[in-house]
């Protein structure tokens, strides 16, 4: 089965700082690979994905995020980080068989200081 | 588009009381998913659907059931409900399976259980 690890549980950040988000995962094959961002009080949003070409994809509000084979992660990356980026992120993984659904991490709370 | 949205937005319940929650979503997606969230845990997979009139279990099935009597709702039941059940629960909605495509969440019911 998949599973998914985000080691940091809380970062903090300077406003205007770049930003790195790690997320290992552990599948027999090439995983589908998504960020999801979590406002306060909100549901999850779709930063970006990640199924296949091209290992450094691009996603909404400047965020990146690159995906190297040999390590198993897909960290996520900001040049400059804005205060309104604070927030809670998540790394998931997508099995592309059985059970047609997500396996998420436990999430990474991101808080921006002015 | 009003996307998915959830009822209601809290509750508060007492050990053995049961209780429905819904889900409804108007983006003619196939695919429906019941999640909890809980601190350090990220999120759990409860049940899912891949089409109307069909339901599967996810991660953590005990203690809920589903029903997906019409495509665009999908209804979370506790019919006995116990304090372990105290969580944040989000639905989420994908027009393809949701290992491979957007998932598009609600913003959340709080259910505390006394």
């Known amino acids: 089965a998949q599973s998914v690890t985000q080691p940091d549980i809380h970062i903090t950040v300077s406003e205007g700082a770049s930003l790195e988000l790690r997320c290992n995962y552990s599948y027999g094959a090439t995983p589908y690979l998504f960020w999801y961002v979590q406002s306060p009080g909100q549901g999850l949003q779709l930063l970006l994905k990640y199924f296949s070409g091209d290992t450094l994809v691009q996603g909404i509000k400047g965020f990146e995020a690159e995906f190297k084979r040999s390590q198993s992660s897909f960290n996520l990356r900001k040049p400059s980080v804005h205060w309104s980026d604070a927030a809670e992120y998540f790394c998931a993984v997508g099995a592309k068989t059985g059970r047609r659904a997500l396996t998420f991490g436990s999430g990474t709370r991101l808080q921006v200081q002015p | 588009n009003a996307g998915v949205t959830q009822t209601p937005k809290f509750r508060v319940l007492k050990t053995g009381q049961s209780m429905t929650l819904l889900c409804a979503q108007d983006?003619?997606?196939?695919?429906m998913y019941w999640y909890r969230q809980d601190p350090g845990m990220g999120l759990r997979l409860i049940h899912y659907?891949?089409?109307?009139?069909?339901?599967a279990k996810g991660e953590v099935p005990d203690g809920y059931n589903v029903s997906r009597l019409k495509k665009q709702n999908f209804l979370l039941g506790l019919e006995s409900a116990a304090p372990s059940q105290t969580s944040v629960y989000f639905c989420?909605?994908?027009?393809?399976?949701?290992?491979?495509?957007?998932?598009?969440f609600g913003p959340g019911t709080r259910l505390t259980v006394l």
């Open positions: 983006m003619n997606h196939e695919y």
């Open positions: 989420a909605s994908s027009l393809l399976a949701g290992d491979t495509d957007t998932q598009y």
């Open positions: 659907s891949v089409g109307e009139g069909t339901t």
